[in-house]
T-cell receptor, first 114, second 116 residues
Framework: DTGVSQNPRHKITKRGQNVTFRCDPI?????LYWYRQTLGQGPEFLTY????????KSRLLSDRFSAERPKGSFSTLEIQRTEQGDSAMYLC????????????FGSGTRLTVV | AQSVTQLGSHVSVSEGALVLLRCNYS??????LFWYVQYPNQGLQLLLK??????LVKGINGFEAEFKKSETSFHLTKPSAHMSDAAEYFC??????????????FGKGTKLSVIP
């Protein structure tokens, strides 16, 4: 098991373009989380999946954001019509149980919108 | 909603000196508490966690933290700083989200610098 894998590691895009990030969780973990971390801040919750079901979404997740987890394995996070304010590190995490004992985080995807 | 306050956005210590990073939380129920470390351009690595067992929790890399309910604190310490400890440290509290999971709420982080 190689842990939580995120691709790409870095993404630079022009304002208005769409971007998609991928997360591969630890294989036996059925819960998957997306967090966003802006400069000088701690990570903030975006959304959560249990298997393929998206059970919770933060108010931070505007209509331009969509996340999927088909077949309950890998997950994708898409941002449409990117804005400069979307520049951040997007972190994916997974947990085996309910997450009360913490998550395992990936290395993140750093998005820069120019 | 729970919240986490980390006192000091930047802490500098000399190599070999005591490391003390402060964290206070607000919670209406007994919390689960965590410290994560983040190296530049990396994700977060779990250092240690408190899950209502022993109040003094030992983690990786020689770090430990003590849960003090009366002070609502969970400060992180290490007796002797090493150059490799230079990183950003995040305190987090776990809250049941009501959707079958626990959601982590993080503090803003404390950047630790170690001076040779």
């Amino acid at each position: 098991d190689t842990g939580v894998s995120q691709n790409p590691r870095h993404k630079i895009t022009k304002r208005g373009q769409n971007v998609t990030f991928r997360c591969d969780p630890i294989s036996e973990h059925n819960r998957l989380y997306w967090y966003r971390q802006t400069l000088g801040q701690g990570p903030e919750f975006l959304t959560y999946f249990q298997n393929e079901a998206q059970l919770e979404k933060s108010r931070l997740l505007s209509d331009r954001f969509s996340a999927e987890r088909p077949k309950g394995s890998f997950s994708t996070l898409e941002i449409q019509r990117t804005e400069q304010g979307d520049s951040a590190m997007y972190l994916c995490a997974s947990s085996e149980g309910q997450g009360d004992y913490g998550y395992t985080f990936g290395s993140g995807t750093r998005l820069t919108v120019v | 909603a729970q919240s986490v306050t980390q006192l000091g956005s930047h802490v500098s210590v000399s190599e070999g000196a005591l490391v003390l990073l402060r964290c206070n939380y607000s919670s209406s129920v007994p919390p689960y508490l965590f410290w994560y470390v983040q190296y530049p351009n990396q994700g977060l690595q779990l250092l240690l966690k408190y899950t209502s067992a022993a109040t003094l929790v030992k983690g990786i890399n020689g770090f430990e933290a003590e849960f003090k309910k009366s002070e609502t604190s969970f400060h992180l310490t290490k007796p002797s700083a090493h150059m490799s400890d230079a990183a950003e440290y995040f305190c987090a509290v776990s809250e049941e989200s009501g959707a079958g999971s626990y959601q982590l709420t993080f503090g803003k982080g404390t950047k630790l610098s170690v001076i040779p």
